[in-house]
């Protein structure tokens, strides 16, 4: 469990938009995730510790660090069980996006920081959470928050950590998955891309991600599907199509099996428009 303040805002196909915010305080092992976003997205640890899992590769972490998720990876992060770690993030997208990530020297490759300043970013989400209104000047202001929190980034330490639990074929395969997901995916196909048997390539991904590669493969169909519910104005049919389901109705009831509601319902609750 988690106590949090967050926002979701529907992106506006601009140079740069403010698509999430948010400050969590996490309970003993609370986990988030498998999932998967259609932004850029930052978290910056302000206590504690935790552990935050992309492509196989799994990073620990602790207060002071920061760590960038880009589009469409599938990523998994959980608290310590003696030490919870709390934080704040915030996700963006827009033509600028990549660039300035890409200027912040962060990336998927490398998406691990260091800064000491603490305060300002934490005040820079602070501020968006009492700006969180549809009107232009909220707009702006989280604008402004938020290239002061690039700012920070910008002058904070680059890290490579050591990782464990990679494997070349299962990363291979996870790239390979994220970047068909719109198509009707098979196991076989999946482990022939790598050059390998179906049998011993389940057993490998499985033995790395915790799930066999159809289990993987249908749960990075489910969470893309929920934050594009949440960040874009796509329309139920296209997010279906797009996160490779063959009909709007596949997506509606497998959504509705593990929420409880269907994705039009949950896009308004998590808008406020109830």
């Avoid at 969590?24 to 995730?33: A, D, F, N």
């Avoid at 600028?96 to 603490?118: C, Y």
């Avoid at 279906?240 to 509705?256: D, R, T, V």
Wanted: glycine share 8%.
């Amino acid at each position: 469990m988690e106590q949090s303040f967050s926002v979701n805002i529907p992106g506006g196909g601009r140079q740069l938009s403010v698509n999430a915010f948010g400050h969590s305080v996490t309970m003993p092992c609370h986990k988030y995730g498998p999932a998967v976003r259609p932004y850029y997205l930052i978290h910056y640890i302000l206590e504690g510790k935790g552990e935050f899992v992309v492509d196989g590769i799994d990073y620990k972490l602790s207060a002071g660090k920061g760590f960038l998720i880009e589009p469409d990876y599938q990523t998994i992060y959980t608290a310590d069980r003696e030490e919870p770690w709390t934080y704040v993030w915030i996700g963006f997208s827009g033509a600028d996006a990549e660039r300035i990530v890409s200027s912040l020297g962060l990336s998927q490759e490398h998406p691990i920081f260091s800064s000491g300043e603490k305060e300002i970013l934490e005040s820079c989400v602070a501020g968006m959470l009492s700006h969180d209104g549809r009107s232009t000047a909220d707009a702006l202001y989280r604008l402004a928050m938020l290239y002061l929190f690039f700012n920070t980034v910008a002058e904070a330490d680059r890290e490579e950590l050591p990782c464990r639990d990679e494997n070349p074929y299962v990363s291979q395969a996870i790239a390979y998955i994220r970047n068909h997901i719109e198509e009707p995916l098979r196991t076989e196909a999946v482990a022939g891309h790598v050059g390998l048997n179906r049998s011993y390539f389940s057993t490998l991904f499985k033995r790395y991600t915790g799930l066999s590669p159809l289990k993987y493969i249908q749960k990075f169909r489910l969470t893309k599907a929920q934050h594009l519910l949440e960040s874009s104005r796509l329309s139920v049919s296209a997010i279906a199509y797009s996160c490779g389901y063959q009909q709007p109705e596949s997506l509606i009831k497998i959504f509705h099996q593990h929420y409880g509601m269907s994705p039009a319902a949950y896009r308004r609750k998590m808008l406020g428009l109830y």
